[in-house]
Nanobody, 125 residues
Framework: VQLQASGGGLVQPGGSLRLSCLAS????????VGWFRQAPGKEREWVSC????????HYPDFVKGRFTISSDKATSTVYPEMNDLTPEDTGKYYC???????????????????WGQGTLVTVSS
């Protein structure tokens, strides 16, 4: 199982960014895939999770209405679209999965077993 995250960068407050997570070693038709982030000095937290077998998604309250997670099974890629970004969204973003979890809710509330390398998002003027 390999996950390769990309798309991070510097964006101004109020701006948008779309990250990508390229999955290999498994197919996007059963395990849930999620995005987590870690800000400097803070613990890692989940920001979106997707059940790839039924497209059920989960978001924490602090990103609801701003972040949207989706997948493209043809390219084995999972995308979080992030809008209306604030400096509090700054951090390193990781995609993760766990072959034992098909439920997006279960993935977001557990410690996934497989992680990508992370991509840095900086929201600043």
């Amino acid at each position: 199982v390999q996950l390769q995250a990309s798309g991070g960068g510097l964006v101004q407050p109020g701006g948008s960014l779309r990250l990508s997570c390229l999955a290999s070693g498994f197919t996007l038709d059963r395990p849930a895939v999620g995005w987590f982030r870690q800000a400097p000095g803070k613990e890692r937290e989940w920001v979106s999770c997707l059940s790839t077998n039924n497209d059920i998604v989960h978001y924490p309250d602090f990103v609801k209405g701003r972040f949207t997670i989706s997948s493209d099974k043809a390219t084995s890629t999972v995308y979080p679209e992030m809008n209306d970004l604030t400096p509090e969204d700054t951090g390193k973003y990781y995609c993760a999965t766990d072959l034992g979890h098909s439920s997006s809710y279960a993935l977001c509330h557990s410690r996934p077993t497989s992680w990508g390398q992370g991509t840095l998002v900086t929201v600043s003027s």
